[in-house]
């Protein structure tokens, strides 16, 4: 089954804040810093929702300012991990990263999730640093750099 992907509104909160909580349990954003996420659209911000079924299976954002973007966060519910609905969601990144004039994108994973490095090297990103204890948990952080016109 194939996710539909459409972007993210502030009704879709209630459900996306059952994914950040699920995908993220030790660091998880605030129902308030999304909401904030969503107040800065479409000036620098683009996030998207996965629905299967019409239901939120996962969730996606961007923010773009002159030629850079970042990933602010990707998150699939597990049981859909692996099923092509997080590639999906960073292919809409990207594109609307280039739609808007970036030239780099870049994003930071954790460094204890191997699976989410394997999607980020599939689609190109290298490794250019790490910061560490950037998690709540202590856990570090990989930066990843993507450039669109390499």
Request: net charge negative; glycine share 8%.
């Amino acid at each position: 089954m194939t996710a539909v992907l459409r972007p993210m509104t502030a009704d879709d909160l209630p459900a996306v804040m059952e994914v950040e909580r699920k995908t993220f349990p030790a660091d998880a954003w605030s129902e308030g810093m999304l909401r904030g996420e969503l107040d800065d659209q479409p000036r620098t911000r683009h996030y998207v929702v996965a629905l299967v079924d019409d239901v939120i299976v996962g969730y996606a954002g961007l923010a773009a300012a002159g030629d850079q973007a970042d990933v602010q966060t990707i998150a699939v519910l597990t049981e859909w991990r692996r099923a092509g609905v997080g590639g999906a969601m960073l292919t809409e990144l990207l594109a609307e990263a280039a739609r808007r004039g970036a030239v780099s994108v870049f994003l930071e994973v954790r460094a204890d999730n191997p699976g989410a490095q394997a999607v980020y090297d599939r689609f190109g990103f290298e490794r250019i640093g790490l910061r560490r204890r950037y998690y709540e948990d202590g856990t570090d952080a990989i930066m990843m750099r993507k450039d669109l016109h390499a």
